[in-house]
């Protein structure tokens, strides 16, 4: 009998669609809810049968998304006064100055130290902190290869597929479609690069959610009878940086935090 550790996996047995079929807002907080005990998992019309008889029980973990996100991020912390912080920076073309191992995210820095304490010029929260402290402890340091590929070419990448396009590509393209500096935010704020491919986008701006984690958005616009469309590519090497559920999670911050920034351009001063 399988057995349910987390909300995040309960969270991967759905399909990541946010319907509410459930009457919570979201898929992970379904997930949430069926770890407390709360919900039950049969409660997803979207969980087939067959899947639903290989699962029962939860233990009792923490009760909100941020709290368990949190845990795990304290988790990974404790782990890092064990690595070799020198060669962590030269896996993960950081810099280490003897007492703290700095990465660019998004062109910001963003920095560990010996004990595991984390710093960084913007916020820090747990959707960029779990993914950092993951690429810290397991990048192996591969050379980017230069060719691009889709989430789901990526090792671990169909099984989160469905929820990678619900929660980093639809939203990302629904800010494109209504936010017209998204794609200035990305080039003036985010220190990304406008890029010509043979992907035959309107637009093509490359990302660094971290430096060995580049990301490319490509964007069409809305045609004659089509609509618009957006999609995020990867290089080959981007699953020996980092584990697929982590790059979707560093993703899915990377979308909250456009969203945030286009909440607050989009209100004005108050």
């Not at 397991?138 to 090792?155: D, M, N, V, Y």
């Not at 980093?168 to 220190?191: G, N, Q, R, W």
């Not at 060995?212 to 964007?219: A, D, F, H, Q, S």
Request: glycine fraction near 6%; charge should be negative.
């Amino acid at each position: 009998m399988a057995r349910i550790n987390s909300p995040m996996d309960v969270f991967k047995l759905t399909d990541g669609s946010n319907c509410r079929a459930c009457n919570e807002k979201t898929c992970m907080a379904f997930g949430v809810a069926v770890f407390k005990g709360r919900k039950n998992l049969d409660q997803c019309p979207k969980i087939a049968p067959e899947v639903l008889a290989q699962y029962q029980d939860a233990t009792d973990r923490p009760d909100t998304i941020d709290e368990f996100m949190q845990q795990a991020v304290e988790e990974l912390q404790e782990q890092i006064p064990d690595i070799d912080m020198a060669e962590a920076a030269r896996r993960t073309a950081g810099e280490f100055d003897g007492q703290k191992l700095t990465l660019r995210v998004m062109g910001k820095a963003f920095s560990v130290d010996r004990a595991g304490s984390l710093s960084a010029d913007i916020h820090i929260n747990a959707w960029v902190a779990m993914p950092f402290l993951n690429h810290v402890l397991h990048c192996r340091g591969e050379a980017l290869t230069g060719e691009w590929i889709t989430f789901r070419e990526l090792k671990g990448g169909p099984e989160r597929y469905n929820h990678f396009q619900q929660n980093c590509e639809k939203p990302l393209k629904h800010l494109a479609d209504t936010y017209t500096d998204l794609f200035s935010d990305m080039l003036d704020v985010f220190a990304g690069r406008r890029v010509q491919t043979h992907i035959d986008s309107d637009i093509s701006v490359v990302l660094h959610p971290l430096p060995l984690l580049p990301v490319m958005c490509c964007y069409w616009e809305p045609e004659e009878g089509m609509g618009s469309s957006l999609h995020l590519f990867f290089d080959k090497s981007a699953d020996q940086q980092l584990d697929a559920e982590s790059i979707y999670t560093l993703l899915a911050g990377m979308v909250k935090m456009f969203e945030k920034i286009a909440a607050r351009n989009q209100s004005g001063p108050s």
